[in-house]
């Protein structure tokens, strides 16, 4: 059996691993497909590309978009989207320029609370267009103002601590809109861990393609409900390990393997959605 990895990060946003690093353990665990979805970026697809081709391993590009309904955070990831696509590309920015923004904030509040950090130490440990916490948690440690990330999150970080901001999101339908527009398919991330079931016929009204049903945080019953959900509504099913490379304990990636044939009906549908429309001609 042929198995793929459908959702992995690196360096180009909250992971530990360089798209390098995560194709060599790719290999290592005989992955034959794999798909980086990366939050709210598409900085490293075209290096993650490389390096599956000289390894062998199909890519699919991909990203993870933050987005909500009925307020609820939701992700949507997007597979097989046109990473060059104007409308993705300006879009994208805006979003990492409101997580740039949403870093000096965060800075601006730890020096209200007498914590030194500085926005240009951020910057330069993210060393990408989409940074977040995790790199405010990391410049923390670094700079020797918390022992460990897990004192960064705890005393500064978390929801309703001093320095944590709000995150912007678009709509769920913006952003399955915003997937389709670049050729790719929308797929609502690891629904066990938002729990929020109420808010699936909406955005399947709303266009989205499939449902990650496999997820290292869901159990076997978490499973097998959306498979049961992915049957009803008509869902292409999708699975992933969400491994962020070192930064969520362990490395995740070969914890959930997707059989290859998920992909190729991912596929089928990519360019179902792209086929150009032939107009019936009676002249
Ligand atoms: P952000 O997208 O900037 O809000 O950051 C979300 C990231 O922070 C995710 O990768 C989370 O896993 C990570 N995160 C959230 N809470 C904690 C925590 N208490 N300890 C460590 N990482 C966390
Ligand atoms: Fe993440
Ligand atoms: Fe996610
Ligand atoms: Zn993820």
């Given amino acids: 059996m042929n198995y793929a990895d459908l959702h992995l990060h690196t360096q180009f946003s909250d992971g530990t691993y360089s798209p390098e690093e995560l194709v060599t353990h790719a290999q290592r665990y005989g992955l034959v497909a794999l ?34 309904q009925d307020g609820h955070e939701l992700h949507i990831l997007g597979y097989f989207i046109d990473t060059l696509n104007d409308k993705l590309l300006v879009e994208i920015a805006q979003f990492q320029n409101v997580r740039q923004n949403r ?27 989409s940074p977040g916490r995790p790199h405010v948690a990391r410049a923390l440690v670094q700079a020797g103002l918390c022992s460990s990330l897990d004192e960064a999150f705890e005393r500064f970080l978390k929801k309703n601590r001093p320095a944590w901001v709000p995150k912007f999101k678009i709509s ?91 992909v190729e009906k991912l596929r089928a549908r990519a360019l179902e959605r792209n086929r150009p429309l032939t107009v019936p001609s009676n002249s």
Avoid at 114 to 125: D, G, I, K, Q, R
Avoid at 232 to 261: A, E, N, W
């Fill in 103 to 129: 870093i000096r904030e965060m800075v601006a509040r730890l020096k209200q609370n007498h914590v030194p950090l500085e926005a240009e130490a951020v910057f330069e440990l993210a060393r990408c267009r």
């Fill in 172 to 262: 769920a339908s913006d952003a399955i809109d915003l997937v389709h527009q670049a050729g790719g398919v929308a797929v609502l991330a690891h629904p066990g861990l938002n729990r929020c079931d109420e808010v699936i016929p909406g955005i399947v009204e709303a266009g989205l393609d499939g449902i990650e049903c496999f997820h290292t945080k869901h159990s076997t019953s978490t499973s097998e409900h959306y498979l049961n959900i992915a049957d009803r509504f008509g869902l292409l099913i999708t699975g992933g390990s969400d491994c962020h490379g070192m930064s969520k304990g362990r490395p995740l990636i070969g914890s959930v393997k997707l059989p290859y044939q998920n």
């Fill in 35 to 68: 798909a980086l979805t990366d939050h709210d970026t598409v900085e490293g697809c075209a290096r993650c590309a490389i390096a599956c081709k000289q390894a062998g391993i199909e890519f699919v590009p991909g990203t993870e978009l933050t987005a909500e």
